[in-house]
């Protein structure tokens, strides 16, 4: 009797059960037709045909002037200054002298070793006559020569000193300003005056990172000065650096400037440097979105029935860009279409609802 009760108890706990079960299939089976009864999740955007352009394109980047001759006027010895003359801003010819330093001393022991020159010269002269007669040894003739050749050595040295405190231009310049006056003693490797050479012509250098292009020797630049932003100098590029500067990892180049009157050696000038024409896409500002993994923008794919488009997200590599246009370098094909404004609302995959046709957009695009 016990075990036939248990099975009834059992049996009606199954049918209950059952029951429960079947009311919350229906249950579920009502509230996914419920679901399914709203349309799918969609934004409204708008959308334009994207199309290549070719267009020259140029980086503009900052050089500096340089004068073709052009250095900083050291002393090698260290002595007093006995004369100067050069005055700041004035113009001096090649060889003239600058600046004298007092070579009295060198003057008096140069006029020693001439002296002694001139003697062991002579000597040597004698010795040299005798010795066609036998009168001497072949060994003191040797000797007297060697004579002759220190003596005239000493003459050399002395002469090079008193040039070496005898500065004179290495080239028609321009003196910079200076404060050296007659008297004053200066220590070996002082720095006296800048000379800046007088030449027809400048050098612009600049550098130009490896991975926004090269320009070729014997190109064309266009130099920009400061208050004359809106003339362009043309600069000839002539040579570059054989290796990149391990500093700045950017290769230097030098551009000869022929005419830049008034343009002072050392300004900083603004470079537009040509890296060739080349086929660009051109997309709206607002079209290009960004993360953590870069940029990106919303491709829409056409449903099947035009039933709206279908938003694909694709990473893109940005060029030049400014508050209303951005360039696309990859990641966008010609006739693609992308989201425009209101593309920020967008997610990989979702339905997308073009609200307005603007220019450049899909013939089949109507507004909704």
């Not at 267009?55 to 340089?66: F, K, L, M, N, T």
Request: with cysteine; hydrophobic share 45%; proline share 5%.
């Amino acid at each position: 009797m016990k075990l036939r009760r248990w099975l009834i108890v059992l049996v009606i706990c199954l049918l209950v059960v059952a029951a429960l079960g079947g009311i919350k299939y229906r249950q579920i089976r009502a509230a996914i037709a419920f679901g399914e009864s709203f349309p799918e999740p969609s934004e409204s955007v708008e959308a334009q045909r994207v199309a290549a352009s070719l267009a020259g394109r140029h980086i503009a980047i900052i050089g500096e002037i340089v004068a073709p001759e052009s250095l900083e006027l050291r002393n090698e010895f260290e002595g007093r200054v006995s004369a100067v003359h050069m005055a700041p801003g004035s113009r001096v010819r090649k060889g003239e002298i600058l600046l004298q330093f007092d070579i009295s001393e060198e003057s008096a022991r140069l006029e020693a070793a001439r002296a002694s020159a001139t003697l062991a010269t002579l000597n040597l002269k004698r010795l040299q006559q005798l010795l066609t007669n036998n009168s001497v040894s072949r060994d003191r003739v040797d000797q007297a020569r060697a004579e002759a050749d220190i003596a005239l050595a000493n003459v050399r040295q002395l002469e090079a000193s008193i040039g070496k405190k005898t500065l004179r231009a290495p080239f028609d310049a321009v003196v910079g300003l200076h404060q050296v006056e007659a008297g004053e003693y200066l220590a070996a490797n002082t720095a006296i005056v800048t000379l800046v050479g007088i030449s027809e012509f400048l050098w612009v250098d600049f550098n130009l990172p490896p991975a926004q292009g090269s320009v070729d020797i014997g190109a064309t630049v266009e130099v920009f000065v400061a208050g004359h932003a809106d003339e362009a100098l043309q600069a000839r590029v002539i040579a570059r650096d054989p290796a990149v500067s391990p500093q700045s990892r950017n290769l230097r180049y030098r551009a000869r400037l022929d005419a830049a009157p008034g343009i002072p050696p050392g300004s900083v000038v603004n470079v537009h440097v040509p890296t060739g024409g080349s086929s660009l896409i051109r997309v709206p500002t607002p079209a290009v979105q960004r993360d953590g993994m870069g940029s990106y923008v919303f491709v829409l794919e056409a449903n099947e029935g035009g039933d709206g488009y279908r938003a694909r997200r694709r990473p893109i590599r940005l060029g030049s860009e400014d508050a209303s246009v951005a360039a696309v370098l990859e990641g966008l094909a010609a006739d693609e279409t992308i989201a425009t404004h209101g593309a920020f609302k967008l997610r990989d995959g979702m339905r997308a609802v073009v609200r307005e046709r603007v220019p450049g957009a899909p013939a089949g695009q109507a507004a909704e």
